[in-house]
């Protein structure tokens, strides 16, 4: 079978791998379509925290396909059923799991960078982890599951945000977009701010989706916030940068009592003063992965048409270049590449 492998550092490409057997208690999927996103990038350039990626992998944990073969152990998948993966796989057994929160698992293993993942043409994994996709949601749509639902527990779970809402949402990439959809399927009013970098593609992308769009870098935020709020600010901050400055930033332009969300992990050390966010009483929270919840919501919201995922999603990468598509990720000049295995 065809799958993307990396090789090295910033090093990935097309290799033909065996078929891999299933276990009985496990399924064979022939993947339709995977994503790509920010944590697949780092891996890719080989980031601090995640050196430990043994190498070579088949590398991706975003994908859709449909189930071709099931273990005699198996008996809640068929033959025929479209599913996704939830790939950050958690124990059941530590503290976290048993207290209803999965998603910070103390001994989580994840598709695609503790095993093989699947940029491959067929994956092997086990029913627990699987979810259905409706019927009305085709399976190119379904492979963005995962980074949907990571934008649903954001802005459905760990954040205060309801309709009529005024929303900023830093940093464009693939999560803040998503984030932004989300946030405007509620019916909040939501802005997104983003660098020179993003007005390439971006946030010309996010201008097509009909949600307003911000340079910060050239142009005037505090003046943006300030006409946007009537002077109030941002009932919640979406921080999906990725940057130790996007919390900083999100703590200016939040009104007194609002919230903000991080979403990004910052990379490196922030600098904040909370003398003001402790005076206003402003809500610091954090949101890291998801749910089976999350998933749930995510694949429903699709199938209602509420993320305009073909116009988020770019399909002109090839599974024979796969390092065009890392690198242009990497320079802003796409935003969720995805590669399709079937047809």
Request: proline share 5%; aromatic share 6%; charged share 25%.
């Amino acid at each position: 079978m065809k799958a993307i492998v990396q090789t090295g550092p910033r090093e990935v490409e097309a290799q033909q791998r065996d078929r891999p057997s299933i276990d009985a208690d496990e399924v064979l999927v022939r993947v339709h379509t995977a994503g790509l996103c920010g944590s697949d990038a780092h891996a890719y350039k080989y980031d601090g925290g995640y050196e430990w990626i043994p190498i070579p992998r088949i590398m991706g944990h975003e994908y859709a396909g449909e189930v071709v073969e099931v273990g005699g152990a198996v008996d809640d998948f068929a033959p025929g059923d479209k599913i996704i993966e939830e790939p950050i796989h958690d124990c059941g057994q530590c503290f976290q799991c048993k207290n209803g929160q999965p998603n910070v698992c103390q001994n989580f293993s994840i598709t695609g960078m503790h095993r093989d993942g699947a940029y491959a043409e067929y994956v092997a994994v086990a029913p627990e982890h699987l979810h259905r996709v409706p019927e009305e949601v085709p399976l190119r749509h379904a492979a963005i599951t995962e980074p949907t639902s990571i934008a649903t527990r954001a802005v459905l779970t760990q954040s205060e945000a309801t309709p009529g809402d005024n929303v900023l949402v830093e940093g464009p990439g693939p999560i803040g977009v998503l984030v932004a959809a989300v946030a405007d399927s509620l019916g909040a009013n939501v802005v997104v701010s983003g660098l020179d970098q993003d007005t390439a593609y971006r946030l010309p992308l996010l201008d097509d989706l009909g949600i307003e769009t911000i340079n910060a870098q050239s142009d005037d935020l505090d003046a943006r916030a300030e006409s946007f709020t009537d002077g109030v600010g941002f009932d919640v901050v979406f921080d999906s940068t990725g940057h130790h400055t996007g919390v900083g930033t999100a703590l200016d332009h939040v009104r007194k009592g609002g919230q903000v969300v991080m979403v990004g992990i910052p990379n490196g050390a922030s600098e904040v003063t909370f003398t003001n966010v402790v005076r206003g009483e402003v809500d610091v929270n954090t949101s890291y992965g998801s749910t089976w919840t999350n998933f749930e919501q995510a694949l429903r919201l699709m199938e209602r048409g509420e993320i305009a995922v073909d116009e988020i999603v770019d399909t002109s990468f090839s599974v024979d270049d796969p390092e065009r598509a890392f690198e242009a990720f990497l320079s802003s000049e796409t935003c969720k590449p995805i590669f399709q295995f079937a047809d």
